[in-house]
């Protein structure tokens, strides 16, 4: 049997209007035409690293081993930061040095399993013949992405690197009784994604209150539904985390919700 082909993901601030993400997927496919290249997203917001993050951080580990993670948010593309191939257990990250792996080092840093190796792209063979100072995402890392892809070394793109840039990640403090976090994320429905996670809610409790801004809520839906249409509610989404969300409206909009905002959970027995 044939192995399966690598497959590349691209996540990008680029949007689709223009014409970036193709000629991305072009220079892929000049160096390797039998690589599968998949759109994770193009609508990161611009310029915004901690958003990318956090959106490769809840989507890399639903694709399998061996996948090359090609993220370009990159306010810094010009500059002296790094551009860097990270592999994390097995699976590649072509990105600039500037935090875009921050949630995945946080992980890094309390597991005792994964294991990181990190170089910093610097051989010019595996780069475009030239390189513009604004457009990174065509010139090198798509083709150091494609390299990777037919089985370039990690040692043939670069040196080691030890350490590498972190943006703040906003943990949750937890008391007794209490669990206060922030806003995250909101998404494109408007729901407000917290870094409170499900795990973090589990125990022997009989009643919740929810706190963020003005308004209370007193239990966490297993369904959208439980509650009436426009009426505000919390919900644990798919990535695992408390969400604030509306049923059939946007929490961001009628709630006047925003990332940092404070979220309090207090739990009674």
């Known amino acids: 049997m044939n192995e399966s082909p690598r497959i590349i993901t691209l996540t990008t ?3 689709t209007s223009d014409a970036y993400v ?8 000049g160096i390797n035409p039998n690589v599968r290249v998949l759109d994770l997203t193009h609508a990161i917001s611009p310029q ?6 956090f959106t490769i951080h809840s989507v890399y580990r639903y694709y399998p081993k061996g996948t090359i993670h090609t993220v370009v948010v990159d306010p810094g593309v010009g500059s002296d930061r790094q551009a860097i191939v990270c592999e994390i257990d ?38 475009l013949p030239e390189v513009s100072n604004t457009f990174h995402g065509r010139d090198i890392f798509a083709p150091v992405a494609a390299h990777l892809s037919r089985g370039v070394p990690l ?6 690197v030890e350490s590498l840039v972190q943006i703040p990640i906003p943990i949750p403090e937890v ?3 209490t669990i206060t976090g922030q806003i995250v994320r909101i998404d494109r429905f408007g729901n407000a994604i917290t870094n409170i996670s499900e795990t973090a809610l589990a125990g022997e409790v009989s009643e919740y209150e929810i706190s963020v801004g003005s308004k209370r809520l007193t239990h966490i839906n297993r369904a959208y539904a439980e509650s009436a249409v426009g009426e505000p509610l919390a919900i644990i989404g798919s990535f695992g985390l408390l969400e604030i969300a509306i049923n059939g409206g946007s929490a961001e909009i009628c709630l006047g919700l925003k990332r940092g905002d404070v979220v309090e959970v207090h739990r009674y027995n």
Do not use: R, W
Request: net charge negative.
């Open 13 to 15: 601030d680029f949007g």
């Open 22 to 29: 193709g000629t991305m997927k072009g220079v892929i496919l």
């Open 48 to 53: 915004d690293i901690h958003e990318a993050a």
């Open 90 to 127: 097995g699976v590649f990250f072509v990105c600039p040095d500037n935090g875009v792996l921050s949630y995945l080092l946080q992980d890094i840093d309390s597991s005792t399993e994964l294991q990181m190796n990190t170089v910093a792209i610097q051989n010019p063979i595996y780069h």
């Open 155 to 160: 040692t043939d793109i670069g040196p080691p």
């Open 175 to 177: 008391s007794e009784n």
